[in-house]
């Protein structure tokens, strides 16, 4: 008995396919043929088929009919013998039979679970008389089963509430929607109803997405197909084949779960339950930093390494100062610095600031004239543009250049470059006077950090400063020359960021989570919370006046084709529950304008002088949710081109060439209005169109990656801690969760809160969820009496611990006592 029991527990690892088993160990032939009986029915089926492809390969000619009729003869006999096996393996003619596909395929069983498609000539007239309308997806993250697609009338979202209503569309797909009777609506009647609605057709939809995950394996002879449970909660999970896969897979122990982190294919959505994927690639164990970073780079459509070893080819030769200085200005001489992080490589901008006699100054912006080492229709071009931006993830940037190309564009201090320059004259209330565009040459004397522009603003009067604290100076200026220009120059940025926001500008600005990194291991030794200075506000408002300015030329002078920035305004039914739910709480938002909004949040989030400073965190997160994502866009006269946070009629980018593809657009369009020569693509609105979309498309999967890396660093660090006790302010209360930012990290997190076998180290006996002076309150019991409970609303206080989750790179909060 002892050796059946091995021989059973050993049997639970074998792999078979359609033609073998293949196992981990020796087995004997009479296990073999036990394990996988011969099906008379599979074999003449097979056997069929096999001779129908054999005469459908057979060229109809005169000398091959003698073959044709040998093979027409063996095809009539095996058919005869299939249809006995039939009739003898299924008596009964009005059963269906069964074939061994069902074995080996049981996702067979679940075809047609969805509605069909409509035909796209009905859907086209349902657009078109109102029947249907058309919008992008969005899968909740919270409740995947539940989906939100843009109403046509601009109110509340419509909702698809079930798999089923989202008929295998996925997050991002353009999709036609129906919406559905009032009966199926949620909570009719009511002033918290919400229309529901159905997809009837996929408009368009991105083909073979990578999906990332782990994969669930179900080991024996009746299991072919396993499951690959996707990172992205959004996206469904797939059945893989995995019996063709060619490696082992490694199970973790006790679990179904494989130990390694898989990349499959999702090509298309067949009338099935679950897609089918295919198996691409293993990308290394689950759980670790550099696997789980290969991961979203993948499932993110991001490459490391997108150009070839050849590309330096068509970089440009080194430039020559005399031959440029023919049409280029010389702003050599002038003292010229950068003010970036001190990671920073792709040094974009530069600033200069010189007093002038009549009391005003000459302040210059200065951008890096990427436009002269990316030349048009070269593939260096193409492959910029198809990347679109840089993406900064916690440990490594990828650039949109070449790294080689970057530096050479960097506008690096103690060398000359190329730039284009914003020439103001501005007031000493930061009024503009005159401004111009050029080409120009610069020499950057100096590449300060933040932390030293703010040394300068928080030392104004200091005039001996020790050189040797700062980078080194060139071109004949001090360190004081610096210290001097900042503090001028944000003397009228202060000026110019009172003026913006007393216009009717927003700001939701957000402290971002940054981790120290052990540069051998790419693992993280602590973390902080980066928050922003004035000397972060001094190059932001200078950048945002260049940009501007720079939108407002292209305006006048393409006014067919310009490449903007658009920023919508947010919907109106999002933004009544955030500020609804704020009421609640005596927060009073006014949300009719940005400026109404920035005013009415600046009553309550007052910084370091707050009574309550962990309502600022809440309150921004609650009001940046409803917003819309800022988009490139080609300029339509027909449309507003307005910026709502901004509060500007025409915005686009302009000063990030090295990082942002679409700046390098901005900067060909302005340079052929300087030197008279069109571009001829570019007189083509649907050009910049498919760049802007495009350009969108990486923006945002960049910023999905950029936060995906922070959280992984975040568990991480904890798991390396072995957990960590902190303190959380609620965010939101639900039936069996409280979402809740955790103040140290500023980042968000679930706390599950119901008892079940899925939280079997939840501290706390029980909980309900109620209505407390109209707020949403979630009671939590501590004992089983009801005696020892905590209420839990909106800006609450908790102590939560955090660990990192076994398999993967993901937090768990729990809830914990705070006595």
Same mark, same amino acid.
């Given at each position: ?10 049997l639970e ?8 088993v ?7 032939? /009479?296990?073999? =043929?036990?394990l ?15 001779i ?9 000619t005169?000398?091959?009919?003698s073959?044709?009729?040998t ?10 013998k ?12 009005? *059963? ?7 074995v080996?395929?049981?996702y067979?069983?679940?075809k047609?679970?969805y509605?069909d498609?409509m035909?796209?000539?009905d ?8 029947e249907?309308f *058309?919008?992008?997806?969005r899968?909740?993250?919270k409740?995947t089963?539940e ?17 089923k209503a ?8 353009k999709v ?6 009032? $009966? ?12 529901t ?7 368009? =939809? ?19 197909y396993s %499951?690959?449970?996707?990172?992205d ?7 893989i ?5 060619? #490696?082992p ?5 006790g %679990? ?7 990349y ?5 959505? *067949? ?6 994927g295919?198996?691409? !690639?293993v990308? !290394?164990?689950?759980g670790?930093i ?12 991001i ?8 590309i330096?080819? &068509?970089f440009?030769?080194q ?11 010389d ?6 610095? /950068?003010i970036?992080?001190p ?39 193409e ?8 993406v900064?993830?916690?440990q490594k ?5 070449p ?10 201090p103690?060398t ?18 005159s ?8 020499? #950057? ?6 932390a ?5 603003l928080?030392?104004?009067?200091k ?14 200026? %001090? ?7 900042? $503090?001028?120059?944000?003397k009228?940025?202060?000026?110019m960021?009172?003026?913006?926001f ?13 981790f120290?990194?052990d540069r ?14 004035e ?5 932001? *408002?200078?950048?945002?006046?260049a940009?501007t ?5 292209l ?7 310009a ?8 919907? +109106?039914?999002?933004?009544?529950k ?8 005596g ?14 949040? +600046?009553?309550?989030?007052? !910084? ?26 080609v300029?339509d006269?027909?449309?507003s081109? /307005?910026?709502f946070?901004?509060?500007?009629p ?40 498919k760049?802007?979309i ?11 990656a950029s936060e995906a890396?922070?959280?992984?660093? +975040? ?7 072995g ?5 959380? #302010? ?14 140290s ?6 706390v ?11 501290l706390h ?7 407390i002076d ?5 009671i939590?019991?501590?004992? &089983?009496? !009801? ?6 609303q ?8 955090l %660990? ?5 790179l993901?937090l768990r909060?729990?809830?914990i006592?705070?006595?």
């Amino acid at each position: 008995m002892d050796f059946l029991e091995d021989l059973s527990r050993q049997l639970e690892d074998i792999r078979p396919d359609d033609t073998i088993v293949r196992t981990e160990f020796p087995c004997p032939r /009479s296990v073999l =043929r036990y394990l996988y009986p011969r099906d008379p029915l599979n074999e003449a089926s097979k056997l069929v088929a096999k001779i129908e492809n054999g005469l459908a390969d057979i060229e109809d000619t005169p000398e091959n009919q003698s073959r044709i009729r040998t093979k027409k003869r063996l095809h009539r006999r095996q058919k005869q013998k299939l249809k006995s096996i039939i009739n003898k393996n299924n008596p009964n003619p009005n *059963e269906q039979t069964r074939s061994t596909t069902a074995v080996y395929e049981p996702y067979i069983s679940q075809k047609n679970y969805y509605a069909d498609y409509m035909q796209l000539d009905d859907v086209i007239k349902g657009l078109e008389s109102g029947e249907f309308f *058309e919008g992008f997806i969005r899968i909740s993250q919270k409740c995947t089963n539940e989906a939100y697609v843009p109403s046509p009338d601009k109110s509340k979202d419509i909702l698809l509430n079930s798999i089923k209503a989202r008929n295998r569309a996925l997050d991002g797909d353009k999709v036609a929607v129906r919406i559905l009777d009032k $009966s199926e609506w949620r909570n009719p009647d009511t002033e918290d109803c919400q229309r529901t609605g159905e997809v009837v057709y996929i408009l368009n =939809r991105k083909e073979n997405r990578v999906v990332v995950g782990t994969l669930l394996v179900d080991r024996g002879v009746l299991h072919r197909y396993s %499951t690959l449970v996707p990172r992205d909660c959004r996206i469904p999970r797939l059945l893989i084949d995995t019996s063709i896969w060619p #490696s082992p897979i490694h199970l973790r122990d006790g %679990t179904k779960e494989s130990k390694e982190l898989f990349y499959a294919l999702l090509p298309s959505w *067949e009338n099935f339950k679950l897609p089918k994927g295919i198996l691409k !690639g293993v990308l !290394g164990e689950s759980g670790e930093i550099n696997t789980e970073t290969e991961g979203i780079l993948i499932a993110h459509d991001i490459q490391e390494r997108p150009y070839p070893e050849d590309i330096d080819q &068509y970089f440009p030769p080194q430039f020559s100062v005399e031959d440029e200085l023919k049409y280029r200005k010389d702003f050599r001489k002038h003292c010229i610095f /950068s003010i970036d992080p001190p990671t920073a490589r792709d040094l974009d901008d530069a600033l200069s600031c010189v007093p002038l006699p009549n009391g005003n100054f000459e302040i210059g912006i200065h951008i890096s004239d990427v436009s002269y080492f990316v030349k048009q229709g070269t593939p260096l071009d193409e492959i910029a543009e198809k990347l679109a931006t840089s993406v900064y993830l916690t440990q490594k940037v990828y650039h949109m250049l070449p790294p080689a190309l970057t530096m050479m564009a960097s506008l690096l201090p103690g060398t000359d470059k190329l730039a284009v320059s914003i020439t103001l004259e501005m007031t000493p209330d930061a009024n503009v006077i005159s401004h111009s565009f050029s080409q120009s040459i610069i020499h #950057s004397c100096a590449q300060l950090h933040y932390a030293h522009a703010q040394i300068f603003l928080e030392n104004p009067n200091k005039k001996d400063w020790d050189e040797s604290e700062f980078p080194t100076v060139y071109n004949g200026y %001090t360190i004081n020359d610096c210290a001097t220009a900042v $503090s001028h120059l944000h003397k009228l940025a202060a000026v110019m960021r009172e003026r913006r926001f007393s216009s009717g500008a927003l700001a939701i600005n957000q402290p971002k989570l940054s981790f120290d990194i052990d540069r051998a291991t790419c693992e993280p030794l602590s973390y902080s919370l980066y928050i922003l200075h004035e000397s972060n506000w001094l190059i932001e *408002e200078f950048m945002l006046l260049a940009n501007t300015m720079v939108a407002e030329h292209l305006k006048t002078h393409f006014p067919t084709t310009a490449m903007l920035r658009n920023h919508h305004r947010p919907d +109106a039914a999002p933004m009544e529950k955030a500020v609804k739910l704020l009421k609640a709480h005596g927060i009073d938002i006014d949300f009719t304008s940005a400026g109404s909004i920035h005013k009415s949040k +600046a009553a309550y989030c007052k !910084g370091e002088n707050s009574e309550n400073p962990h309502w600022d965190i809440i309150i921004s997160n609650i009001l940046s949710k409803p917003m819309v994502r800022a988009e490139y866009c080609v300029i339509d006269p027909d449309k507003s081109m /307005s910026h709502f946070a901004l509060n500007v009629p025409y915005y686009t980018h302009f000063t990030s060439p090295i990082r942002r593809y679409p700046d390098i657009v901005v900067h060909r369009m302005l340079i052929s209005w300087l030197t008279g020569k069109p571009i001829k693509e570019y007189e083509d609105p649907e050009v910049i169109n498919k760049i802007a979309i495009n350009s969108n498309d990486k923006k945002n999967n960049a910023k999905k990656a950029s936060e995906a890396s922070a959280e992984i660093y +975040a568990a991480c660090l904890i798991g390396k801690l072995g957990g960590l006790v902190v303190d959380a #302010s609620v965010m939101e209360v639900k039936e069996n969760y409280f979402e809740a930012t955790v103040l140290s990290m500023n980042m968000n997190v679930r706390v599950y809160v119901n008892i079940s076998p899925q939280n079997p180290d939840l501290l706390h006996k029980g909980c309900t969820l109620s209505t407390i002076d109209n707020k949403p309150t979630l009671i939590i019991y501590w004992d &089983y009496k !009801g005696e020892d409970r905590q209420t839990l609303q909106l800006f609450d206080k908790v102590k939560l611990k955090l %660990t990192k989750k076994e398999s993967c790179l993901k937090l768990r909060a729990i809830l914990i006592r705070d006595e």
